[in-house]
Nanobody, 113 residues
Framework: YLEESGGGLVQSGGSLRLSCVYS????????MAWYRQAPGRQRELVAN???????NYIDSVQGRFTISRDTARNTLYLQMNDLKPDDTAVYYC?????????WGRGTQVTVSS
């Protein structure tokens, strides 16, 4: 259902754009989110976007990350600027709901200092 891409190795201060393609119907109706999981830590929600377009971010990424969606392409994006070593994690997308899709493989983001 979900396929993430766009991760990589970047230096501190660099940028990456993540993409997530949803293979299914009704993408335009879903509240979606990006999550991340760093080694030894629980998965956390990073940013979410409601079907109407309203967005929310955790404090640590506010002003640096931008979540967006293209409903015509069934694709969710995460533009990440001014990356920091603490942003290193595997990033996943999914519905922002109790009933989630099966998790994809995620995409690894590694930020070197």
């Amino acid at each position: 259902y979900l396929e993430e891409s766009g991760g990589g190795l970047v230096q501190s201060g660099g940028s990456l754009r993540l993409s997530c393609v949803y293979s299914g119907n009704r993408f335009n109706l879903f509240d979606m989110a990006w999550y991340r999981q760093a080694p030894g830590r629980q998965r956390e929600l990073v940013a979410n976007i409601f079907s109407g377009g309203t967005t929310n971010y955790i404090d640590s990424v506010q002003g640096r990350f931008t979540i967006s969606r293209d409903t015509a392409r069934n694709t969710l994006y995460l533009q990440m600027n001014d990356l920091k070593p603490d942003d290193t994690a595997v990033y996943y997308c999914n519905r922002n709901a109790k009933s989630k899709c099966s998790w994809g493989r995620g995409t690894q983001v590694t930020v070197s200092s």
